[in-house]
């Protein structure tokens, strides 16, 4: 039977997953959302593939600049300076 | 503006190189990158990169700090990228619309009532995720997405924008920069799982 206040559907959890780990679900929605949690180890897991999922993207950055591109600009900003 | 902002923005404007190449280094990879996004080749985007500078040199005496400068450089650099990409026959549409609706996950997984009939499984310890070809995985899927919504993980996720700069470097709502992300993630999200399991 279908309760009155009834539960996110893990369908639903899905959907709003960014919202959530962006903080912008409601204070009620966040308590909807993490009570489901409790109970539900799919759910559980897809919030931890997810927030894997952003860490592994960070792995991506690579801090330098081609050193090539680097000494054409630095040649922009020589032909730039100011006298 | 920031103390530290108005150090650099004035060195700049007094013509220090060392100030430059700090700023050179330290977003210039990141402005390759999302340029890349926008254009069809490397090459392109080294000289989008490289017109962005000039952009901004020549603007710097401008600059008021309304944003920060790091979102003013890139709001200057997806400009030039767009036009770019626009006079090679690529534009790429910002517009996230409900309509267009993208499930995260594959409707088939889930039973009638919203309840996962296929749950996700954990992929086990952090270890398994570090080696070289689930990192291919994860650029692969990025690579594959539609441009706009590569753009804005890319910014977020490697790159380590906020909400806040992402959306005023691309003049974006927040809303719809939230709808992009979430489709970007849930997509390179699935593609690991499909690698994993």
Known sequence: ?83 | MQPVETSVVEALRAGDEAAFTRLVREYGASMLRVAGLYVGSRAVAEEVVQEAWVAVLNGIGRFEGRSSLKTWIFRILTNIAKTRGQREGRTVPFSALASDAEPAVDPDRFFADGRWASPPASWGPEERLLGDETQAVVDAAIAALPPSQAIVITMRDVDGFTAEEACNALDISETNQRVLLHRARSKVRQALEDYLE
């Not at chain 1, 279908?2 to 409601?26: N, P, W």
């Not at chain 1, 009570?35 to 592994?56: F, S, V």
């Open chain 1, 1 to 83: 039977m279908r309760l009155f206040r009834r539960e996110l559907a893990c369908a639903e959890v899905v959907e709003v997953i960014t919202d959530y780990l962006e903080g912008k679900l409601s204070a009620r929605d966040r308590r909807r959302f993490e009570a489901h949690l409790t109970g539900c180890d799919g759910c559980d897991a897809y919030l931890e593939q997810m927030r894997q999922t952003i860490k592994l993207s960070g792995r991506l950055r690579e801090e330098d600049i081609p050193p090539e591109l680097e000494e054409r600009l630095l040649v922009a900003f020589q032909s730039w300076k100011p006298a």
